[in-house]
């Protein structure tokens, strides 16, 4: 066994492997210390581990200079714990084995040497213990109110198979008629039992022989080459994996198997390489130093961040296809910046736990980020209220994309909805971009989303006799309901005004279309037969303003009148005369009976 020991590249020790943790309180006196348990530290952080090696140096150093000799030599558990220390950093191995009590030993220990049995101890106490200095005690007969003899104290426990074994330190002779503090006989006698539990392997053992020197970490040289070899076999590892998992899923009936391959081949990939790495680097024994400085670097956050940003890209392009199927390609304008803000908030959550891991203070981080975004909130208090501008335009929906609207005294199609403005297209070809909080708190008139187009005129007439009015709101009431392309029970046509010498026509209808030039189509058509219907009944149409009458007033002939007359006394002898109104039944006779377009036209 001694052999195979000797094979073993020199560890550093025992609190090497563990470094000593400093306390908090520093004002207590030395001989006022806490029990000397020293339990497995979990929650230790990087940050924790690196801060006690600088203040475990300072001790050391102050120590060194109040000895008599300038060194320490252990007459208290808590200096011979940093002897120790400081005869393993400088590598003198043979001179740290003087702290082991090698007396009364069984024979059965004879074949072992003593630097091969603290490099054994070294490396399983490492495993699972951190040592708190704070609970060594500097007296120099031992912390005296933990329940254990006068010359015993215990620094930490290593768990086997058959139980836990107490790492003891004990007073013993010096053999110059003093005392020392050392690690106990009882403890050495079982450093065989514990190394051939979670001592290397015979190939860890073979190869740490092969291999330089080195220690990075808290890991001997065979762990470290064996962690790059781990990373280097798990990445086709996880390809393989998740090329498995992408056929699984594409069996799955779905409309989007582009995305899934996109997340299988790059995000889902990269957190399997990350999880099977760390799994494979748990099987290497690495002490709890290790364990510690490899969760505070973060892998197991980075691989989580991967996995959800992957996941939020993956939900965001599902849903942008699935708009643009359903034809709401516009909402993936705002969708986009959302997720950008949803993988923000993941990733500054990710980093404040990975923070809070590593041992940051955590009040001091919060509130300072909370004085930040104050800040922020501040200087971006336009930006925020264009995005709160664009999320109502997206949830009430006044306009869309391609919409032909009103907002203010201008006119144009909007062609784009962002999460900062609006961009639309005026008649006169240019482009108008208004900011969002702008555009959403004024008044926005969407031309698109009317049903039907108005058609209102007011027609302005040379006064004519009574019966002349008659004859052309008869005329008009029947063209307007007999018209095709004129909604019947939305026509109203009065004789609303006289204004001077002129007789005001109110034409009121609506036009079953959406399109603006079919629309313009219609009115033309309605507009010249107003015209014709007008000059048949011998009137003629006047305008606005005053008048200077420089002949005699219009009349219509006496041919003219004689026809009005004529037609008047037959609606008046059928009782058919069209005041109020039409009567229902004529509405109905009427009703498609006018073609459009009028004959002669081209359809």
């Known amino acids: ?34 029990p000397a348990e020293v339990e497995v530290a979990p929650d230790a952080s990087m940050r924790d581990i690196l801060e006690s090696e600088e203040q475990v140096d300072k001790l050391v150093q102050e120590k060194s200079e109040s000895s008599p000799k300038g060194e320490l030599r252990g007459i208290t558990p808590l200096e011979a714990m940093l002897a120790l220390r400081e005869e393993m950093r400088a590598e003198r191995i043979d001179r740290a084995a003087q702290f082991l009590d090698m007396r009364y030993l069984p024979e059965s220990m004879d074949e072992w040497e003593p630097e091969d049995l603290l490099k054994a101890l070294s490396y399983v106490f490492g495993q699972q213990n951190i040592i708190d200095i704070a609970r060594l005690s500097d007296d120099i007969q031992g912390e005296r109110n933990d329940g254990l003899p006068s010359y015993r104290d215990q620094v930490g426990t290593v768990v086997i198979s058959t139980g836990e074994v107490p790492i003891y330190l004990q007073r013993v002779p010096d053999g110059q008629g003093g005392k020392v503090w050392k690690i106990s006989n009882a403890t050495v006698a079982r450093i065989p039992e514990m190394w051939g539990e979670l001592g290397y392997s015979p190939i860890a053992v073979y190869f740490s022989e092969l291999l330089p020197d080195v220690r990075f970490m808290g890991m001997d040289n065979w762990q470290l080459a064996a962690t790059i070899v781990f990373f ?61 400085y490899l969760e505070s670097v973060g892998f197991d956050y980075i691989a989580y961040t991967v996995l959800f940003l992957g996941i939020i890209s993956l939900v965001r392009d599902y849903n942008v296809r699935k708009m643009e199927r359903q034809g709401k390609a516009h909402f993936a304008a705002l969708l986009r910046p959302f997720t950008t803000i949803a993988k923000f908030v993941v990733i500054l959550l990710i980093v404040l736990f990975w923070a809070d891991q590593a041992g940051y203070d955590m009040t001091t981080v919060l509130a300072g ?28 929906q006044p306009v869309k994309p391609g919409d032909f609207c009103r907002f203010g005294d201008m006119k144009g199609i909007v062609e ?44 302005q007439l040379q006064m004519s006799t009574a019966d ?36 005001k026509l109110r034409i009121d209808a609506g036009i079953p279309t959406t399109d603006f030039q079919d629309y313009l189509a219609v009115a033309e058509d309605l507009n010249l037969q107003i015209v014709e219907r007008v000059h ?34 037959d609606w008046r002898s059928q009782d058919k005369l069209p005041f109020p109104d039409l009567t229902d039944d004529e509405k109905v006779a009427l009703a498609g009976t006018l073609p459009y377009p009028s004959g002669g036209s081209t359809s």
Not at 376 to 390: D, F, H, P, Y
Not at 540 to 555: A, D, K, T, Y
């Open 1 to 34: 066994m001694s052999a195979t020991v000797k094979l073993l590249i020199p560890l550093l020790a025992l609190l090497l492997h563990s470094p000593l943790l400093l306390a908090q309180d520093e004002e207590a006196a030395p001989e006022e210390s806490k």
């Open 232 to 292: 280097v076999v798990a990445w086709p590892l996880a390809a393989l994996v998740s090329y498995l998992i992408m056929r699984v899923l594409l069996l799955i009936p779905n409309g989007f198997p582009s995305g899934i391959r996109h997340f299988c081949r790059y995000s889902l990939r990269f957190f399997l390489f990350l999880f099977i790495a760390r799994h494979l680097i748990g099987y290497l024994g690495l002490s709890l130093t290790a364990r510690v």
């Open 369 to 396: 980020l909370g004085v930040g975004s104050l800040a922020v909130a501040l200087a971006a208090q336009k930006t925020m209220e264009n995005v709160i501008g664009a999320i109502t335009l997206y949830t009430a």
């Open 416 to 459: 784009e909805i962002g999460l900062r403005s609006t961009t639309i297209r005026t008649l006169n070809r240019t482009l108008l971009v208004v900011p969002n909080s702008v555009f959403s708190s004024v008044e926005v008139e969407n031309y698109t989303s009317r049903d039907r187009f108005r058609y209102f005129r007011e027609v």
């Open 468 to 503: 002349q009015l008659r004859v052309i709101l008869g005329h008009l009431r029947e063209l307007f309901h007999a018209h095709t392309r004129v909604l019947p029970e939305s026509v109203s046509i009065r004789f609303e005004h006289i204004d001077a010498a002129t007789a």
């Open 536 to 569: 048949e009944a011998g009137a003629i149409f006047s305008g606005p303003g005053q008048v200077l009458q420089l002949r005699e007033f219009h009349q219509a002939s006496d041919e003219k009148m004689s026809e009005i007359e004529t037609l008047l006394e």
